[in-house]
Every structure is written in C-alpha cells, then in structure tokens.
C-alpha cells in the first residue's frame, strides 16, 4: 500500500506570494494533520481535519489555512509569504479522529521563501 | 507546560553500542508518547510508541521506558548500527488527539 504522498517535493516562492501544498493520505485513513519543520527542529502542529472539519488548530497565523476533501486529501494554503516560512511541510495521517495514537509522515514538501 | 524536553542534542556511539535518548515533559495530559525516526530529506518515520499505563515497551532493537512519576520516557537502541545514523525525535500529544508536540531533536551518529 501507498504510504502519505505529498506534492510538490520543492517549490520555490517569492515573499508576498501565496502556495497550496497537496496531501494524499494512506487509503483508509480519514484524518490529516500539517506540520512545519523549520531546518533543525522538531515538526510544529499546524492544523488536524477530520471529515473535512478542523479539528485542530497550531500557533499559527491566519496566513496559514487548510481543507479536506471527500476523498480525504487535503491541501494547505499559506499567503503573503513570508521568508520565516520557508520551511519542509509535512502531512501525516491517522485512521481516526479523536482516539490519539498513531501518525504516518509523508516525505514533505520543502518549500523556500526568496 | 507544552513543551517536551529532549536531550542529548547529539550523540556518538560505537557500532554494537547502546543509544540512549532522554525526553522529559509537564503536561500531565499527555497520553501517547511516539518516538520517531527522520533521515535527512525525508519525513519522519514512527518507529515505536507506548501509553502511561505501561512501564517498558521492546520491539526489536528498540525499547521505550517510561517513566510517569518523574515525567519521563526514553528510547533505548540497542546494538546501534551505522544505519541507525538519523535524527530522532520524541513526541507526545494530549487526550486523545492528534497534536504532538515534538522534541528538539537528538542527531545520532553510530560508528562503524
């Protein structure tokens, strides 16, 4: 089975510009969490969806916002990019919401603010 | 009270040695603490994880002891590999949630 794929693998944006970042999750999971890992530290909880609803939410500007889809895929948006989020994106998936446990990284998409 | 205390930052072992990764916490909500693995350039991988009502969890090579008293848990590697080189990360999140809050990281280097 395919594991969380994210897309696109880089990407590169200018200050002021918005991006979308895509994430598929593992088939059968129904909840996708976001993180931010800034180079050299630990993944930072953006947001959590479950049934297309937000179940969660980071210390994050309202710069940063996020979706689900029927089908679970989720996308995050961030606009009027700053070089502080120049960062690797990570997205993870869960079977449930609600229960804790365990989540599955993608491979994350490293994004670079010029 | 949100954050998780890890340590050391780095550390070197001898192949065949043990590795021992500390992590400390406040927040006594916290009910899952996962230990993951991260390769540079990929995301990080779950390598192992246990509950508070547990006091030691072993798969393979790797073991988690946990401690609830003191607020603390560790990942112990045994015979450590050079392929185990990685940067780990311990993690905890809250009453049934999603929301892990990481550590800072411990980048393990093993010795061939």
């Known amino acids: 089975d395919a594991g969380v794929t994210q897309s696109p693998t880089h990407l590169i944006k200018t200050r002021g510009q918005h991006v979308t970042l895509r994430c598929s999750p593992i088939?059968?999971?129904?909840?996708v969490s976001w993180y931010q890992q800034v180079l050299g530290q630990g993944p930072q909880f953006i947001f959590q969806?479950?049934?297309?609803?937000?179940?969660g939410r980071g210390n994050f500007p309202d710069r940063f916002s996020a979706r689900q889809f029927p089908n679970y895929s989720s996308e995050l948006n961030v606009n009027a990019l700053l070089l502080g989020d120049s960062a690797l994106y990570l997205c993870?998936?869960?079977?449930?919401?609600?229960?804790?446990?365990?989540?599955?990284f993608g491979p994350g998409t490293r994004l670079t603010v010029t | 009270q949100q954050q998780v205390k890890q340590s050391p930052q780095s550390l070197i072992v001898q192949k065949g040695g043990i590795s021992i990764i500390n992590c400390a916490y406040e927040?006594?909500?916290?009910?899952?603490f996962p230990w993951y693995q991260q390769f540079p350039g990929k995301g990080p991988a779950l390598l192992i994880a246990?509950?508070?009502?547990?006091s030691e969890k072993k798969e393979g090579r790797f073991t988690i002891s946990f401690n609830k008293s003191a607020k603390q848990f560790s990942l112990h590697i045994m015979d450590s590999q050079p392929g185990d080189s990685a940067t780990y990360f311990c993690?905890?999140?809250?009453?049934?949630?999603?929301?892990?809050?990481f550590g800072t990281g411990t980048r393990l280097k093993v010795l061939a």
């Open positions: 993870a998936s869960s079977p449930v919401a609600g229960a804790g446990g365990e989540q599955y």
């Open positions: 088939s059968g999971h129904k909840s």
């Open positions: 969806y479950y049934e297309k609803e937000e179940r």
């Open positions: 927040n006594t909500a916290f009910d899952y």
């Open positions: 246990i509950r508070p009502d547990v």
């Open positions: 993690a905890a999140s809250e009453g049934g949630t999603y929301k892990y809050i």
